[in-house]
């Protein structure tokens, strides 16, 4: 009886040089692919909190038009208070990453009280990453923006030589100027958003 031969296929797998080529990609696709990973999501969530404030200032100027009443929109550290039965409060200073609240003020003097029958519009929360959002004039400071039953702010300072505008920036963490973005205030009630969509984001402070 002949013996019997077992054929055994030849093993295959990769030699020295060809996993030194892999990893040579993947060191180049982590080298330019994480940053610009990065980027994208830094100005995709940047362009959100720019965009929500600017379609809630517009909110305050359309409610103080369409209700013919002052209405005030102000960086609040507690836009969302609990328990139930706290109201939220402005904090009077210039930055707004923390919240904002946006109400009818009735008084018109910015602050939001129900017993004089104010009436909060929306609030909302701070930020939850490590994007700033501060007034950046060095005359005009804008601690709240209220808009009159025309729709327009008045004048953000009482001296002539000051700006008739107001500004909000955003930053990021490492306050790179080609994310920047900033939504401007005339005091007749204009809101420009200048960003790098549309290529005006030098036009920010």
Not at 54 to 79: H, M, N, W, Y
Not at 137 to 155: A, C, D, E, H, Y
Request: glycine residues 8%.
């Amino acid at each position: 009886m002949k013996p019997m031969h077992v054929h055994r296929r030849q093993t295959k797998g990769f030699t020295v040089v060809e996993l030194v080529v892999v990893i040579a990609i993947i060191a180049i696709i982590t080298v330019f692919g994480i940053p610009s990973y990065k980027s994208v999501i830094t100005q995709n969530r940047m362009a959100g909190e720019i965009n929500d404030l600017a379609t809630d200032v517009e909110l305050a100027r359309s409610a103080a038009v369409k209700q013919g009443l002052t209405v005030t929109i102000c960086p609040s550290t507690d836009p969302t208070v609990s328990p139930s039965g706290t109201t939220p409060s402005c904090t009077a200073n210039t930055e707004w990453n923390t919240g904002w609240i946006v109400f009818t003020d009735v008084s018109g003097n910015q602050t939001f009280n129900t017993n004089t029958g104010d009436v909060l519009l929306h609030a909302h929360g701070p930020f939850t990453g490590t994007d700033t959002l501060v007034s950046t004039s060095t005359k005009v400071t804008l601690q709240f923006v209220t808009f009159n039953r025309m729709g327009g702010t008045g004048s953000f300072s009482t001296s002539p030589t000051d700006a008739n505008t107001g500004t909000l920036t955003l930053h990021d963490a490492t306050n790179n100027v080609n994310w920047r973005r900033c939504v401007q205030l005339s005091e007749a009630g204009t809101i420009t958003v200048n960003s790098p969509q549309n290529s005006t984001q030098s036009q920010c402070p």
